[in-house]
């Protein structure tokens, strides 16, 4: 594939040219939230001014255009992960809705005293509350895969782990902290030959890596629509049409039903049985004006480029005296966490907003994780295909400036 255009691409982001305490902004915090281009930007506002309306039950031309543009979204994800249709695609607020949707009926329907939920030392909140509430509602217990001291699984203990109690397999594709990327087709592979299905948490893969569910083979797979240039309040939680049928509907009300008596309620097929009340419709609908995006820029562009820029990354980073990676997997993306001697994450992360640098500090809603590394949070830089060469060379400057500050 022929290179990236950075700079080209770099005037499709308004906020990009913006200036932080006088300084021209260094976005260099994707993990979290990626900025978004302006065709993003006017899908939103273009669905407000010209075509605003309900959707699914409208016979007037407004609700006809809505709803159309609604399920158009609906099929350009489903094209983006492959998926075999596009009712295996529910529209939800995000990552964390996504997963608290199958924890939730997983609880309900499926777990019992004695079974349990494996999950990874390395994940999210998001991907370890919904679980722990579960088990707790159950009397199923979590059980844990560790990682080593490079932030890498250890599959010999994850199989180790796998028994006829485990339900379901619960673990992030990429570590946000520490950008590893697990083998999850390994991971799959085991769980289903002991037919236990397996949740991926995407919220920091599927801006980076090009997912096939068709030949990946998860059970779920939940991501954000903000992390992938789209706005927040969307994101998209796949089922296989199997499970997504086994599973009780999440929440009650309109759309999600067929016929409503006060004796009996029956619901309506996929993917409206997961997607009661009105929709964030404008949402959806940028989320996949998000997705064309990319697919114009071309993946493979933005996924040659996020690994050339990351690699530099680290090069330069590793010349700083003082630094310790927490984290340091052979196969990562996006995200890189660092101390620099024993200035507090915070501080250094003061220094650098100050510069306009903007990085994340703090436990990253990974908590567990940084009790094993026995450290209060880190610095992390999060990388996105309109970040430059030239921003983690001010990200170096900056912290090697921060660093002669405070000590
Ligand atoms: C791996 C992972 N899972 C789940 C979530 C939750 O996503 P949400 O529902 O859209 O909030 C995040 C958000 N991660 C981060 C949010 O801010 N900094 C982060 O690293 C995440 O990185």
Sequence with gaps: ATALDVERIRKDFPILHTQVHGKPLVYLDNGATTQKPQVVI????????????????GVHHLSQVATNAYEQARHIVAGFINAAHSHEIIFTKGTTDGINLVANAMSRRFLKPGDSVIISAMEHHSNIVPWQIACEDTGATLKVIPINELGELQMDAFEALLDDSVKIVAVTYVSNTMGTINPVEDIIKLAHARNIPVLLDAAQAIQHISIDVQALKPDFLAFSGHKIYGPT??????????????????QGGGDMIKTVTFAKTTYNELPYKFEAGTPNIAGAIALGTAIEYLQQVGLDKIQQWEEELLAYALQELRTIEGIRFIGDAAHRSGAISFLVHNIHPFDMGELLDQQGIAVRTGHHCTEPLMDQFQIPGTVRASLSFYNTKEEVDKLVAGIKRATSMLL
């Design 42 to 57: 006017d899908a939103e506002a273009n669905y407000y001014e010209t075509y605003n309306s309900n959707v699914h039950r």
């Design 233 to 250: 309040g969307t994101g998209v939680l796949y089922g296989t049409t199997e499970w997504l049928n086994k599973l009780p509907p999440y």
